[in-house]
């Protein structure tokens, strides 16, 4: 009995010795705080589980002038973002833009608020959101669907 507890003790530490090295790397990412406070992507969905459709986002800087391309971080500072949805006018029955959820694709440590839980009338000026990063920067987006 004593043979076996020894055997267990040493195994058990030598998996959580595994644990601790495997799980070092993975931490690493956790010592950063990213400033990053930009959504990538951003689908709508009439009901979860459903097609979703992707939005075209539209980011512009502190002066108002829209970006194109890939930029940086500091090129967006201070500026704000467009989500727009257009959906074809034959869907206008079976996806109802007053009642829709939303699903944001972010990076690191960015989270939205409000939360994007829940259904979102996203008809007319649509809604606004902010994005804020770990590090404390905001930046804001208007989200609109239509029907074209």
Not at 125 to 139: E, F, L, N, P, Q
Request: with cysteine.
């Amino acid at each position: 009995m004593k043979i076996i507890n020894k055997i267990g003790i040493i195994i058990l530490s030598t998996l959580m010795a595994i644990s601790a090295w495997s799980c070092a790397d993975e931490n690493e990412a956790f010592k950063y705080v990213h400033d990053t406070n930009t959504i990538s992507q951003m689908l709508c969905m009439p009901m979860h589980g459903l097609q979703g459709y992707i939005a075209k986002i539209y980011e512009y800087n502190k002066d108002g002038e829209m970006l194109t391309g890939s930029f940086a971080q500091s090129d967006v500072e201070g500026g704000y973002g467009l989500i727009l949805f257009a959906i074809s006018k034959s869907l206008e029955e079976e996806v109802a833009l007053s009642n829709i959820y939303l699903v944001a694709s972010l990076s690191y440590d960015e989270f939205i608020m409000p939360s994007l839980s829940g259904r979102h009338d996203i008809t007319g000026d649509g809604i606004i959101i902010t994005v804020k990063s770990g590090a404390g920067t905001i930046r804001q987006y208007r989200v609109r669907g239509y029907y074209e």
